[in-house]
């Protein structure tokens, strides 16, 4: 009988079964090119089932789970139930790690995938508050949080493996292409809603046309699945992950000894998380409430700016590259900085005005995000980088952008849009701040 070893308190799989996993495994190179394609395919699922629930928080949600409340109570509400699934994504990477250690790799990434489908769709089958009460918003509470623990345990370690792999001077163009999966899902998630709504009146709309968007979502989910699971669970994935150490490690070990590379990653990129909530969700909601504009017209809008970011992603891995990634984060939080101050006057100053906000902030969070994932995590080592990496992002998306579409709005509705360039404008001093941090910590050592 095969015995099982543990290491630093999780059991990891037999020694046995790790050899006969790679008794197949190719001896040559995998390119970094194959190790990209897993990735976008995996982000991209990810964000549409991101979007999608987003996209609802603004369209639906209000009116179906918080009649009670007034527009924009409702709407509050719903953004409120909308961050509890960065709240929840911290502990489903640590629970899912866990069962990595125990079932494997592929185990991990089945199960979690499987509890984002089953989350995601079941909204799709959720009664009305009219028809259960608190019931409704209970369950549309848990199955966010089952999102959330979903997208935190469905790391499946691709970026990191991509960064290590990827040569010295392309690093920053491989880092981007992971990120296109943010506008990628965007627009399709935009885009069906966009036609649902273009096609159907208010009331069939609200009675069962939003709930056809969560039921593509679970089909994107099976395929994204097969996807990745062929990629990771193969034979030559599965050494060259382990030549890297990429295996999770005890988050308390990892916390104690690597603490401050998690804290300057996730504020590092902060500035980009804020603006991603700050043309996506949350000016959605803002025309929703205020304006008289066509919903439908303004998602169409959304889905040019989302190709402007998909254009400014692909021009920063060509710009991280001359550069390097932290000077090109560092220049683009400034750039932030700035349009921060400019919030307020665009989006007061009618259709022009929130056309060009939408379409220079999207381009500006492309050029930003394209380089926000792990520009930092290299300062781990090697033992804990698979781990660090992965709380990097989840605290990176709780700070920047779980509770930003609920801050932004609360604080324009009360007090006005110039709190909204301040809430901006700290995640810019938030991202310069630890950047320097970061090359403080460097010179020193």
Do not use: C
Request: aromatic fraction near 12%; avoid cysteine.
């Amino acid at each position: 009988m095969s015995t099982t070893t543990t290491i630093d308190g999780f059991a990891t799989p037999p020694r046995a079964n790790q050899a006969a996993r790679n008794i197949n495994a190719r001896d040559g190179h995998i390119a970094p090119g194959e190790i990209a394609i897993g990735v976008v395919i995996g982000r991209a699922s990810e964000y549409f089932d991101f979007f999608v629930y987003a996209i609802a928080s603004v369209l639906v949600f209000p009116a179906i789970f918080f009649p009670h409340l007034s527009p924009l109570d409702g709407t509050l509400a719903a953004f409120a139930v909308f961050a509890l699934a960065f709240v929840a994504r911290p502990f489903g990477t640590v629970a899912f790690m866990a069962l990595q250690q125990r079932f494997g790799r592929e185990a991990k990434l089945t199960g979690a995938l499987f509890l984002l489908g089953v989350s995601t769709v079941g909204m799709a089958f959720l009664p009305s508050y009219a028809d259960n009460g608190t019931g409704a918003v209970l369950m549309l509470a848990l199955l966010r949080i089952g999102q959330g623990i979903a997208l935190g345990g469905s790391w499946d370690g691709l970026p990191s493996l991509l960064a290590l792999n990827a040569p010295q001077k392309r690093r920053g163009w491989y880092a981007m292409l992971g990120q296109l999966g943010a506008p990628v899902g965007f627009t399709i998630a935009a885009a069906l809603f966009s036609y649902l709504l273009a096609e159907l009146s208010s009331q069939d709309f609200l009675t069962w046309g939003w709930r056809y968007p969560f039921y593509a979502a679970f089909a994107i989910n099976v395929v994204a699945l097969f996807a990745r699971l062929r990629l990771v669970s193969t034979p030559e994935y599965s050494r060259l992950l382990d030549e890297r150490e990429l295996e999770p490690t005890n988050v308390i070990e990892m916390t104690r000894s690597q603490g401050s590379n998690v804290l300057i990653g996730a504020l590092a990129a902060l500035a980009s998380y804020a603006l991603f909530h700050l043309v996506t969700v949350f000016p959605l909601s803002w025309i929703k409430l205020y304006s008289h504009r066509s919903i439908s017209d303004f998602l169409l809008l959304q889905i040019v700016g989302a190709g402007l970011a998909a254009v400014g992603i692909i021009i920063s891995g060509l710009v991280a590259d001359r550069l390097g990634r932290r000077t090109t984060l560092g220049a683009l939080a400034t750039m932030i900085a700035v349009f921060s101050g400019f919030v307020p006057m665009l989006m007061s100053s009618g259709e022009l005005g929130e056309n060009v906000f939408i379409l220079v902030g999207f381009l500006l969070l492309g050029l930003s995000y394209g380089q926000a994932a792990g520009a930092v995590t290299a300062n781990f080592q090697a033992k804990y980088r698979y781990t660090g990496a992965a709380l990097t992002s989840d605290l990176a998306w709780l700070v920047g952008a779980g509770f930003a579409p609920l801050v932004a709005l609360g604080l324009s509705a009360h007090f006005g849009l110039a709190y909204v360039s301040l809430y901006l404008l700290s995640g810019a001093v938030g991202s310069l701040a630890a950047l320097s941090l970061n090359r403080a910590l460097e010179i020193r050592d």
